[in-house]
């Protein structure tokens, strides 16, 4: 393909091999930089021709020596607003960027969260830099942590990426590791969790296990440390990623997350085998004590697999320390 400074694109003449394939299917082999969600879009609204001949519909069946002009038209600015939101930038090449979020900051823009977010925070620190995803100046999300969770983020910055990387989740092929402070012991202390995950029948703002439905959620865990079974330091790897997942999964398991303020229980409140003070702290940590610690993937251009890790954050190591489950080596 050859591409010039109107962003238009050209194909090269349709071999044997793709004859009579679906245009959006052939343009996706023909077009690897720009996702097959962006090309059916492109064909819809009118900007794929053949012989000067618009074609808007995906499912033409293309032929033998047929040459196709895809116009890509320029990016339209986002909706979310560019905030100057200082970042923890552990990686950052042209295609894609790595953060480490900090707890109590939302990944997008939502009903009662339009600012401050991470991706407000991404559209000002990338400015220029973003060539668009979906046709849209926006940072393709891939996948989110919670809000009040901590740790790493891969993030799209053009189609390119965000096509690579989506299909890499989609395939449960990322490499994710969590630690996770715990009420508790988990039995056994090493383990997998494979339950699948809803919505909540009585509480629309919950999740779930459920026996019927729900979607597959496999976690691998560990008992790294525990206080008098009283307290643990978990380790979570993710084969999935669902929404909640690992307070979920710890949960149906009797193993709330410390802090979590929607899936613990008031009984937890109770714990023993914890001196007065240390019971004090831990019951009053005002977060999911969860971190994102490791991530890896494989780079969508140079197909080279890249590991990331950062250690925990501030409020996480002294609860580590208050609950003496600190474990005195660098986590990895």
Request: charge should be neutral.
């Amino acid at each position: 393909m050859n591409i010039d400074d109107n962003h238009i694109f050209y194909t090269t003449p349709v071999s044997e091999t793709y004859k009579g394939m679906r245009l959006d299917r052939y343009l996706a082999y023909a077009l690897p930089d720009i996702s097959r969600s962006r090309l059916q879009k492109l064909i819809n609204d009118g900007y794929v021709s053949l012989d000067d001949n618009i074609v808007s519909d995906k499912d033409f069946k293309v032929r033998l020596g047929d040459s196709f002009v895809v116009v890509v038209p320029p990016p339209t600015d986002a909706d979310p607003e560019p905030e100057n939101i200082a970042l923890d930038i552990v990686y950052e090449d042209e295609d894609l960027i790595v953060v480490n979020k900090p707890a109590g900051m939302t990944v997008h823009p939502a009903p009662g969260a339009y600012h401050g977010t991470l991706v407000n925070a991404l559209l000002y620190h990338c400015q220029n830099n973003l060539s668009g995803v979906g046709g849209v100046k926006r940072p393709g999300i891939v996948h989110r942590i919670d809000k009040d969770t901590s740790g790493l983020l891969v993030v799209a910055k053009n189609d390119l990426a965000h096509q690579g990387l989506t299909e890499q989740f989609f395939v449960h092929s990322i490499e994710r590791t969590y630690y996770a402070v715990v009420y508790g012991l988990p039995q056994p202390l090493k383990g997998t969790i494979e339950k699948n995950i809803a919505r909540s029948r009585f509480d629309r703002k919950k999740m779930a296990v459920t026996e019927n439905g729900g979607k597959t959620a496999i976690t691998h865990y560990e008992c790294l440390k525990t206080n008098n079974a009283a307290v643990s330091l978990i380790k979570c790897n993710l084969e999935t990623g669902r929404t909640h997942q690992i307070r979920v999964h710890m949960a149906s398991i009797g193993c709330n997350l410390v802090g979590d303020q929607t899936y613990v229980k008031s009984s937890k409140t109770q714990i023993k085998g914890l001196e007065p003070e240390v019971k004090n702290f831990v019951n009053t940590f005002p977060r999911q004590a969860l971190h994102a610690a490791s991530l890896g993937f494989v780079h969508p251009r140079s197909k080279q697999f890249m590991q990331f890790s950062v250690y925990f954050p501030a409020d996480m190591h002294l609860l580590l320390d208050t609950c003496s489950l600190n474990l005195g080596y660098s986590l990895k």
